[in-house]
């Protein structure tokens, strides 16, 4: 493994990261462009037969900060995965012994751990990018994932910035990473009615289980959630019924 010393010149250090896979899981691929301060451009990717999406996106930053020394860098990548969870989740992670909130085990805590290896010694901003925004990093570092996720080798480019036929640094202003979405915590509304239809007997319900539990298991049947008396009304005229053959409280 060739070790990448710091650059000379004071610019940061860019790391465009993406990683893909065919199924989930299924064969997977990453791909990385780092672009050091002296103008240097690498590209990097590698090839799993079996992994997952989110293996393949923290493969995709751990495998170039390992190679690097201590340093300036700016990490891009449109996985909120990563950022979250090398930036807010992972210390939670580390207090419980490796153990989510839920009491599992951590999910792909073995690159968790690689991963905060690999940032130790570097100064390091992460920044989100959108992905298939047509930001020409973001769309290359996801060319070369998908290319090794299917078998393929891409070439890949080491040599000068300018060179370089990417707009490496065509990059939105607004790299922060989006505010999670809030839980909808509004109650659902309850159903009026249950029905379900039975070797010819139409039924009322007044819970799903009770419903369900008629109808599991049993070909032919029908079944529907009513929220309002008229859906209950028109449900049953699509059937051929009315409100006088069912049958149930």
């Known amino acids: ?60 930053v751990i495998q170039p900060l390992r190679d690097l020394k201590p340093q300036r860098i700016d990490v891009f990548t449109d996985s909120s995965y990563v950022i979250r969870g090398i930036t807010q989740w992972i210390w939670a992670w580390m207090k419980r012994n490796w153990v989510s909130a839920e009491g599992k085990d951590v999910a792909n805590a073995d690159l968790w751990k690689q991963l905060l290896a690999a940032t130790r010694g570097h100064e390091i901003q992460w920044k989100f990018v959108k992905g298939h925004a047509g930001i020409p990093g973001n769309e290359r570092v996801d060319e070369i994932a998908v290319a090794f996720s299917k078998g393929r ?38 159903a009026y009615s249950y029905l379900s239809l039975v070797g010819g007997v139409l039924m009322r319900h007044s819970t799903w289980p009770e419903c369900e539990k008629r109808v599991k298991g049993r070909p032919g049947t029908k079944f529907k959630k009513a929220m309002s008396e008229d859906e209950e009304i028109q449900i049953l005229r699509t059937w051929g019924y009315t409100t006088k053959d069912v049958q149930g409280n």
């Open 1 to 60: 493994m060739t070790t990448i010393s710091p650059p000379t010149h004071p610019l940061a250090t860019i790391i465009f990261a993406d990683g893909a896979s065919s199924g989930n899981p299924g064969p997977g691929g990453w791909g990385s462009i780092v672009v050091l301060g002296d103008g240097t451009v690498i590209e990097m990717g590698g090839r799993d037969p079996h992994t997952t999406n989110n293996r393949m996106e923290l493969m995709a």
């Open 153 to 190: 080798r891409p070439q890949l480019y080491r040599g000068p910035l300018l060179k370089y036929d990417i707009a490496i640094h065509d990059i939105p202003e607004n790299t922060s990473l989006p505010d999670r979405k809030p839980l909808d915590k509004t109650p659902k509304a309850k």
